[in-house]
């Protein structure tokens, strides 16, 4: 079976949104925007995973774009937990630079997959 960057990246970054939202809940005693983090962070590994198994190309697409949009919701959601505080500016850039980098990854593989389904 190939190996799939993208998944085995966002999982990773899930696990780590996880350690964030338990940090955040058990010593910063925040329970709002841990909980919103929580929510968007691990959804796009989970929209990837059922982007796998798309019924179409469409379907393949359309999980595709929902992993990317929750990309920009989860950098949202860093920088107000930078800006109000609770997290450092290097923990902030360091989980920001992976967000970006799927971010990055994902928009690529929108990009291609709109171009194959248009031709």
Known sequence: ?????????????????????????????????????????????????EAEYGISKKDFLSKMYISLKETSETLYWLELLKGSEYISEREFNSLADDCVELKKLLSSITKSSQQSLEN
């Open 1 to 49: 079976m190939k190996e799939n960057v993208v998944f085995e990246k966002s999982k990773k970054f899930a696990l780590r949104i996880i350690k964030l939202y338990k940090y955040l809940c058990n010593e910063k005693k925040e329970f709002v925007l841990s909980k919103q983090i929580l929510r968007s962070g691990t959804s796009i590994g989970a929209n990837i995973a």
